[in-house]
């Protein structure tokens, strides 16, 4: 068992950042893979980026390329999401995932194992 609670999100402006965190517990951190998805009303639960277990490699979906950085502390056993030139299409619940194995290149919902129960981030235009 894997516990995830998200925290940091919240209202910004337009062209705003914000920094989400992902406190982990239950399980040996850097042995995880770990992923971040949002999901807007209406929408399904779209990918956004996820890590390696040492967080030396990350992926991110197309539409947050550039804009939004994803890192992790395996001393802490946190994650973290920054997001800068925030955008209102970017509104959404955010969720941490994670999933066993090596291979962090994956962004699709059933390929995380464990999940936490979301941080709201509203960008107001």
């Known amino acids: 068992q894997v516990q995830l609670v998200e925290s940091g999100g919240g209202l910004v402006q337009a062209g705003g950042s914000l920094r989400l965190s992902c406190a982990a517990s239950g399980r040996t951190f850097s042995r995880l893979v770990m992923g971040w998805f949002r999901q807007s009303p209406g929408k399904e639960r779209e990918f956004v980026a996820s890590?390696?277990?040492?967080?030396?490699?990350?992926y991110y979906a197309d539409s947050v390329k550039g804009r939004f950085t994803i890192s992790r502390d395996n001393v802490k056993n946190t994650m973290y999401l920054q997001m800068n030139s925030l955008k209102p299409e970017d509104t959404a619940v955010y969720y941490c995932?994670?999933?066993?194995?090596?291979?962090?290149?994956?962004?699709?919902?059933?390929?995380?194992?464990?999940w936490g129960r979301g941080t709201q981030v509203t960008v107001s235009s």
């Open positions: 995932a994670t999933r066993s194995g090596v291979d962090y290149r994956r962004s699709y919902e059933y390929e995380y194992d464990y």
């Open positions: 890590i390696n277990r040492s967080g030396g490699s990350t």
